[in-house]
């Protein structure tokens, strides 16, 4: 017979939570968001990102979708930075231009400048 710790244990806590951000890229949760949605503590979501990627949930949420703005620009170099912080829940085009130079090192306009020159 299972009890309920161990039914919390066996669940990939993670995967379901990148499942609902899939389902939502519009969206930015907050790690008490996610762990009500997931019914559980912020406490076991927050560790259990830790476990696996060595980060936050909120670093987890922001690397991808700075990844997801990346990739977007790649496929369609002529989006509209404000489209692309739109559709991935970022404030305002400002908002994610500064955590994009941040991470890569250049502007999204920078950068599709130069991946249109390729």
């Known amino acids: 017979m299972c009890d309920q710790k161990t039914i919390v244990k066996t669940r ?6 990148i499942n609902i951000m899939r389902s939502s890229p519009d969206r930015f949760f907050k790690e008490g968001e996610m762990s009500d949605l997931l019914f559980v503590s912020s406490k076991t979501l927050r560790g ?4 696996r990627y060595n ?6 949420q922001l690397d991808y979708k ?4 990346l990739s977007m620009i790649k496929f369609d170099p002529d989006i509209r930075i404000y489209e692309i912080a739109y559709a991935l829940g970022f404030s305002d085009e400002f908002h994610l231009s500064k955590l994009f130079k ?3 090192g250049a502007s999204p306009t920078e950068y599709k400048k130069r991946f249109s020159c390729r």
């Open 12 to 17: 990939d806590l993670v995967s379901e939570c």
């Open 102 to 104: 941040k991470k890569y």
């Open 48 to 51: 259990s990102f830790i476990k």
């Open 66 to 69: 700075l990844t997801q703005a």
């Open 55 to 60: 980060k936050s949930f909120y670093r987890f």
